[in-house]
C-alpha cells in the first residue's frame, strides 16, 4: 500500500471530499495484508469489551486503505471533531445544520457501527458567532441558545448514539475556582457548576438510552498535575451524585506521553474510586504521545509506544467497570498529534504511514484476546 507522504496533498484532498450522501466507503483493495490482520474490534467483543476508533467524514472515503481499516478494526466509531457544536451550529444561533453528523450516523448503522456521541458541551470549537467572548454570557444565553442545542442535538440521535460524552474538559484546578472547575464560558453563564447539571438532565431527557458521560483528561500519570485532576473529578462525580445528576460514565481520554513514567498503583485506585461510585469507564482517545523529535530508532520507538499502553492497558482491563478502549484515530500521518500538535513525525496509533500494523496494534489484539470476559 502506498504510503501517505505529502500531508498538505493529503489535507486538501480531505476538505475536498465530496460528501455523499450515504458516505459510501471508498472500495478500498481488500488487500490479503488488511485480510489477514488481527480485527481489534472483534477480539475485544469476543469478551465483552468493545474497541474503537475517531474518524473524520472523509476519512471513510480518502483514503480508501483508511475506510478500509476503520471497517475492519474499528466496532464503534467516534467524530473527532464533526460532531462538535462548533460545525454544527457555525451558520448562526439556531441554524443548526447536521447533514455530516447524519452521515457519520447513517454510514455507522449501515456499517453495523455503533456511534460514540462526543460530544454536547465543550468550551472548544465553539460556532463562531460564540467563541472567544462573542455569545453572552448570561443564564438566559444558556437557557435560550446552549440548553436548546443540547436538547435538540441529543434528541435527533436519539437510539443512535450509544454513549454520549454530555460534557468535556470542565475540571480546571489551575483557574483557581471552586471545585477546580474550568472557567469557561459555561461556567460564567450559570455562575458555577450547574451547567452541568442541567446539560445531563437535558440529554437524560432526550436521549433516555444513551450512557451519559463525562469525559476529560490529564488522569493517568503519577505527576502532581494530573493528581489534582484525579481528585477534582473524583469531588465532582461524588457532589453531582449526590444531587441525582444522572452520569453514568467517565471518559479518561488516555493521551498517554512516554514521558511521564506509568505507575499501575496510582492509576489502578483511580479506577477503583470511580467504580465504587457506580460507574462504568470508557478509554475515550487512546494513543502515544512521543515527544518531539525522538532521536531513537523506529522499531525502538514503536516498541517504546507498544509498551505504554501494554501497562496501561493491564491496568485499566483488570477493572470490570472499564467497557472498551478507543485510539484517537488509527494511523500515525492521520492523527491531530501531527495535524494539530505538529509533533510531525509522531508513531502512537496503531498503524504507520503505510497502513501497516504497528507493535501498538499487536500488543492491543493480545490484550484483548487475553482480557477477562465481562458482561456488557
Ligand atoms: O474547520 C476546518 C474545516 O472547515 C475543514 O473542512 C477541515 C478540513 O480537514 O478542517 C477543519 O479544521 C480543523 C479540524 O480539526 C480538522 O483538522 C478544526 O478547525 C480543528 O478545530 C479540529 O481540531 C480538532 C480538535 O479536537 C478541536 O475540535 C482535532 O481534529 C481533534 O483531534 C481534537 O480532539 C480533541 C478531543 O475532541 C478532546 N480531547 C482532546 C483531543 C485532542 O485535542
Redesign the pocket.
Known sequence: MAAVTDRRAL?TA??AAPLAAGLGLAAAPASAQAADVPRLGALAAAKGLFYGA?L?S?QLQIPPELGRLLLDQADVWVA???M?W??IEYDGPGLRNYKVVDAIADAAAAHGKRLRG??LL?H??MPPWAKNGRIAETRAAWDKQVAPFIADYAGRYAGRVFQW?VV??VIEPDDGLPGALRNSPYYRMTKGSDYIDQAFHLAREAAPDAKLYI?D?GLEYPVAWNERRRVALLKLLESLLARGVPVEGVGI?S?LDIAYGFDAAVFGRFLDAIADLGLEITL??LDVREGVDNPNPLAQRYQRAADEVRAYLETALDRPAVKGVLT??LCDPF??MR???DIADNRGLPFDDAFRPTPMHETLAALFAGASPRST
Do not use: I
Request: overall charge negative.
Open positions: 489535507l480531505l476538505a475517531a473524520t472523509a473527532e471533531w464533526q462538535k462548533g460545525p462526543h460530544t465543550w472548544t470549537q460524552d468535556n474538559e469525559n483528561y481520554q493521551h475515550t482517545e484517537w484515530g492523527s491531530y495535524l494539530g500538535l
